[in-house]
C-alpha cells in the first residue's frame, strides 16, 4: 500500500508526493523526504515528523516538533503514534500547512523490455544464419555497428547522469550553506531569555477593588519597574496595593506607583519596590525602535498570570515567565507597535524583545476577537521619555 501525500495549505500548496517506503521524514531539512519550504513554512520545525509504514498500516510520529503535529485538528502527544487512514487531514504547527492522506494500491513495476528484446534479437539471429553466410556477415556488421553506437549512447548517459549529480550536490551545498547562515543568524532567544529573565516581574495589584496580575521589568538596580498604566492605575486613582516578585524566587516585595503617563494612548506607569536594596535589570532599553515588519521578536513574562503552573502555589510560588517568540507584525507607529505573539490577562508589562535582546516595547493589550494573536505593545520611545520625566 503506497500513501499520497496532498498539500491542501502553505507555500506548497496544490503539490503532493506518493510514498511507498518504511519511514517518511517530513520538515523544512532538505534531506527530509516530505520538505516544505524553508523560508516559508516557518510553522514547520527542521525535523517536524515521521510517518511509518508496518504491514500495510501507516502510522504519524511527532518528532519534538516546536510547535506540535496535529491530526484532523487533535495534537499528537509527543512519543506516541497515531494510525492515519484516508482522509485523515495532518497539520503542521496550528496555523501551519495541512496536508490531507490519501491511500494508493502499491506501485507497480513495469517490467523491463530487455529480455524480450533478446529473444527478437536471437530470432533475427536465426534466419540471418540460415540465409547464409553473406547474411551473417551483414548481421555482424549491423552488431558491430549497434554496439558501437550504444557504447557511446551509455557514456552520453553516463555524463549525463554524473552532470545530474553535480548539480544536485552543488545544489545541496548552496542549501548547507544558506541553512549554515540562517542558523547565525537566528536569535539565540535562550541565551536571551536568561540574560533578561532576572529583571521580569510578577505584579499584584488592587485598583479601585479589582484585583490585577501583570508583568513588569527592572530598568535600575535599585527596583525601578516599568509596566502598564491599567494595572496600577484608573480613573478613581492609583492602586491601593502593589506587590511584585522577580522571575524565579518566591518573595513578595511592597511597591508604590511613582508616575503613569498622562497622554492616553501611552499605557506605561513606572512602580518602585520599596525597602531598599540591589535588584536585577534589563541589560538594553532601546532608543528607537528600528525593526520593520516581519523581524522576529520574543515577549517575556506572566500571560495567564497564575492561572498557569508555576514552581509551587500559594504565597510559596516561585515566579516562572512565559517566553513567546512571534513577529512584528505592522511597522511602528509612535504610540503602537503590533506584534504576532501570545498575549492574555497578566501579559501587560511584558517586555518585547528584539533579535539582540534590546527591549523594543511593552505589552498592554490587544483586541479579543484575534484570540491573543494580534497583540499592542508601547514602543521603547515612550518609555524613555517617561524615564526621563522623573529624573
Not at 500500500?1 to 503532493?16: D, F, K, T, Y
Not at 518504511?22 to 525535523?47: E, M, Y
Not at 552520453?156 to 545530474?164: D, I, Q, V, Y
Amino acid at each position: 500500500m503506497a500513501i499520497e501525500l496532498r498539500i491542501l495549505s502553505g507555500a506548497r500548496a496544490g503539490q503532493s508526493q506518493t510514498f511507498q517506503k518504511s519511514t517518511i521524514t517530513i520538515g523544512r531539512h532538505p534531506d527530509c523526504d516530505f520538505k516544505f519550504d524553508a523560508t516559508q513554512d516557518l510553522d514547520v520545525s527542521t525535523n517536524h515528523a515521521e510517518i511509518r509504514a508496518l504491514d500495510g498500516e501507516y502510522t504519524l510520529v511527532d518528532a519534538q516538533s516546536t510547535n506540535g503535529t496535529f491530526v484532523n485538528g487533535k495534537r499528537v502527544p509527543r512519543g506516541e503514534q497515531r494510525a492515519l487512514v484516508e482522509g485523515d487531514v495532518i497539520g503542521f504547527g496550528a496555523r501551519g500547512p495541512n496536508v490531507a492522506v490519501r491511500m494508493r494500491e502499491a506501485l507497480a513495476v513495469t517490467p523491463t523490455p530487455t529480455a524480450e528484446r533478446i529473444a527478437v534479437a536471437v530470432r533475427k539471429q536465426t534466419r540471418v544464419l540460415r540465409a547464409g553466410m553473406l547474411g551473417l556477415v551483414v548481421l555482424l556488421a549491423v552488431l558491430v555497428g549497434a554496439g558501437i553506437w550504444y557504447q557511446h549512447q551509455a557514456a552520453a548517459e553516463r555524463e549525463e547522469s554524473l552532470e545530474r549529480l553535480r548539480k544536485v550536490y552543488a545544489q545541496q551545498a548552496l542549501q548547507r550553506e544558506a541553512l549554515a547562515r540562517r542558523s547565525l543568524n537566528e536569535p539565540d532567544w535562550a541565551a536571551m531569555r536568561q540574560a533578561t529573565d532576572p529583571a521580569v516581574v510578577l505584579i499584584a495589584s488592587l485598583v479601585g477593588g479589582k484585583r490585577y496580575e501583570a508583568s513588569g521589568f527592572s530598568v535600575n538596580a535599585s527596583g525601578l519597574v516599568v509596566t502598564s498604566r491599567h494595572v496600577v492605575s484608573d480613573k478613581t486613582g492609583s492602586a491601593k496595593r502593589v506587590v511584585a516578585k522577580f522571575a524565579n524566587t518566591r518573595e513578595w516585595h511592597p511597591a508604590h506607583v511613582v508616575k503613569v503617563s498622562t497622554d492616553p494612548d501611552v499605557d506605561l506607569a513606572l512602580v518602585q519596590i520599596e525597602g531598599g536594596g540591589t535588584f536585577p535589570a534589563i541589560a538594553s532599553l532601546a532608543n528607537m525602535v528600528d525593526v520593520p515588519a516581519g523581524t522576529t521578536i520574543a515577549t517575556l513574562g506572566f500571560p495567564l498570570g497564575t492561572d498557569i503552573p508555576m514552581d509551587g502555589s500559594g504565597s510559596d510560588l516561585g515566579a516562572k515567565t512565559t517566553l513567546t517568540v512571534g513577529t512584528v507584525s505592522k511597522t511602528p507607529t509612535r504610540t503602537l507597535l503590533q506584534v504576532d505573539a501570545f498575549a492574555s490577562h497578566g501579559s501587560s508589562g511584558s517586555p518585547v524583545l528584539d533579535g539582540h535582546a534590546h527591549v523594543i516595547g511593552v505589552i498592554y493589550g490587544g483586541p479579543k476577537e484575534s484570540g491573543g494573536r494580534i497583540v499592542f505593545a508601547v514602543p521603547s520611545e515612550r518609555i524613555w521619555e517617561l524615564l526621563k520625566s522623573v529624573k
